[in-house]
């Protein structure tokens, strides 16, 4: 009990991990695609997530598709155990080049690698309920990963972590432009009126998202990181690459401008995880 009790002690007080997109949008995310799974793949996935516990993350559960969506950011405060995946929740391109979808993945450690990769062993019923568990858990969380803007494009900054931004009474000491991205911003905007639901997206819209590649969704989110994340980022030089030590400011004019595309991306993100999933579980 002692030891229970210092480990719990230990873990409230550890820092907790950048959560990308945050908890509320990942489980958006998983919502949206659980309203739009097929029959076939609703039943495997909750046959998947029935065994979830055998991951063996009592702090991090694994017991709806909304739990898995956030489980990755969760396992970060176990390090001994998962930090192989911390480098797999971003790919971080070069926005003052050209669009590489290969490029910063050394050995399929990025994000749109992953989504590849996991999907597989989610879908093969030969392997253990904890691999499938797991593999689920990680494909839910970086298609959402992926459309944030931030985790693709890059400026020479480490997708935004090395811009220090004011955003409302937080001073730049306390923030920078990617947890903006993941946190406040994303929240805000799917919060305020109309607010984005599991049904938001129309049938036409369904349709259209549902297309492409994971290369392409990938490019898209570079392509907002390179025409909204920066340019309208009052006080930030444009300049490529940028210089170093910057310091920028969230006003209401930036926060309108990046509003649609957070809303966006997140509803593209919830229907594209339907879509992986209904292919690969139709048998």
Known sequence: MIKRLILALTLALAPAPALAWGDYAHRLIADIALADLTPRARVEVRRILA???????????IGTLADAAVWPDCVRSLPDRFAFSFSWHYQNIDICAPFDADAKCPDGNCVTAQITRQ??????RRASAADRAQALAFV??????????LHI?????????????????????????????????AERALTEPPAIGPRS????????????????WAQESWELSRTVVYPELKGYPDTCPAKSDI????????????????????????????????????R
């Open 153 to 185: 494009g890059d400026k020479h900054d480490k997708g935004g972590n090395d811009v220090r931004a004011a955003y409302g009474a937080k001073a730049p000491e306390r923030m920078n432009l990617h947890r903006i991205w993941d946190s406040d911003l």
């Open 51 to 61: 065994r979830g516990a055998a991951v063996d993350t009592p702090a991090c559960p």
């Open 140 to 149: 839910a969380h970086f298609v959402g990963d992926m459309h944030q803007p």
């Open 247 to 282: 310091r920028a400011t969230i006003d209401e004019a930036y926060v309108a401008a990046a509003r649609d595309a957070v809303r966006l991306q997140t509803q593209r993100a919830g229907v594209r995880l339907a879509m992986l999933l209904n292919r690969a579980f139709a």
């Open 201 to 216: 997206p129309t049938r036409a819209q369904r349709r259209d998202w549902a297309g492409g590649r994971v290369a392409d």
């Open 119 to 124: 999907l597989a062993i989610a879908a093969d």
